[in-house]
């Protein structure tokens, strides 16, 4: 999935604003932004998560799936590869010979779509990627969790302790993008725990690893825990 964004990235130049629904691999599992969110954040893109079930309020783009599947008719594909020819068929019939209302086609009503400012190029994401604005993106956000009766909770399926006594109770967590670690609040405010995440660098956000991936049991296999947990 993330080399398939590269590759569009690299044609259409980086968006400002992405906005999703709550699905894999973006969707929000229990509040925080899963590692593909965190990897556009990197870039400056702000990204929106329409409420929970509510597909309508990304009415726009749930509408032009539904076209280019008509379009593109899925059940007459004899492999991939007619698949492929068909797909790029139909996005470019959308795009540059289809006629609204208007006689003009999406990409003459949207002329600025081909001459994108904001250039990407895979070969220098280290460069344009920055981890400062992810931690800025994070400081804006505030989540929940409920304390385990051990004393702990988890973030991104790390466990942290954040005392016995706590057990059983709500706390709320923040980011401090000025310390670079998470602040546990009490239901009162006050501030019981600060905590250095693991597994947060550069490094990880950018390969996807920062969610703790349990091994499994079965030879080959490996528990999926990339999301914001």
Known sequence: MQRFFREVME????????????GN???????????????????????????PNKPQRNGVVERSQGVLQ???????WKDIETGQERLEWAIKMQREKYRGEDGRTRLERLPELT???????????????????????????????????????TLYNRAYSVGRRYARQEVWVNWDAQKRIWVVKDERGKVIREIAPKCFDAKAIRSMKVSYVKPSRRKGHNFNADEGA
């Open 11 to 22: 044609e259409w130049g980086l968006p400002e604003r992405i906005r999703v629904d709550n």
């Open 70 to 76: 008509q379009w593109s008719e899925p059940k007459k």
């Open 115 to 153: 001459a994108n400012a904001r250039k990407y190029c895979a070969a220098e994401e280290e460069k344009r990627w920055s981890l400062s604005e992810v931690h800025k993106r994070l400081a804006t956000g505030q989540w929940t969790r409920k304390v385990g009766k051990n004393g702990q909770i």
């Open 25 to 51: 691999p973006w969707g929000r599992s229990r509040g925080l932004p899963p590692a593909m969110a965190l990897w556009w954040m990197g870039f400056g893109i702000d990204v929106v998560w329409i409420p």
